[in-house]
């Protein structure tokens, strides 16, 4: 008998640096690919032309993520397109930066997303805040991986 398990994992690195460059914080986080994500996993292997991943959000909602999400819960500024997307063995990595002025506020969640508005959620994680000021940058790291184990 055949048993093939299928695991895919997301993980978030924030990185909020001050005006002059210096890293006041870094995190660490595990995020949820949501149910409207894996329908786009899927819908994408069979050829579907929707659009790829292209936009981050941050937010200030505090409500868990789950599955049946599809848009963060409190969007602070407008969402984010992407700097770079790099597939490789195995793994997609996304990746975002706020600059001075973008998303600025309590911070507390964080998504990927196929549009700048609207469009296909893919994953959405939850966090203590991170408080960023109006001249502080942030670099954040959404990282997919899939497995077979």
Do not use: W, Y
Not at 50 to 56: K, N, T
Not at 57 to 63: E, F, P
Not at 77 to 99: H, K, M, W, Y
Not at 114 to 131: C, H, K, Q, S, Y
């Amino acid at each position: 008998m055949l048993n093939d398990k299928l695991k895919l994992r997301g993980d978030v690195v924030f990185e909020l640096k001050d005006k002059d460059g210096k890293i006041k914080e870094t995190r660490e986080v595990k995020n949820l690919v949501v149910n409207a994500g894996l329908e786009f996993i899927c819908s994408r292997i069979a050829g579907n032309g929707a659009p790829v991943m292209s936009h981050m959000g941050v937010g200030s909602g505090t409500t868990a993520a789950a599955a049946g999400q599809t848009d963060l819960v409190s969007i602070l500024g407008e969402r984010e397109a992407l700097d770079s997307t790099t597939p490789s063995n195995n793994i997609v990595v996304f990746q975002c930066s706020l600059e001075a002025g973008d998303g600025t506020g309590a911070i507390t969640e964080s998504g990927i997303f196929n549009d700048a508005t609207g469009g296909t959620m893919l994953a959405r994680v939850v966090f203590p805040v991170i408080n960023k000021a109006v001249d502080d940058t942030m670099n954040i790291t959404h990282t997919l991986t899939l497995s077979a184990s």
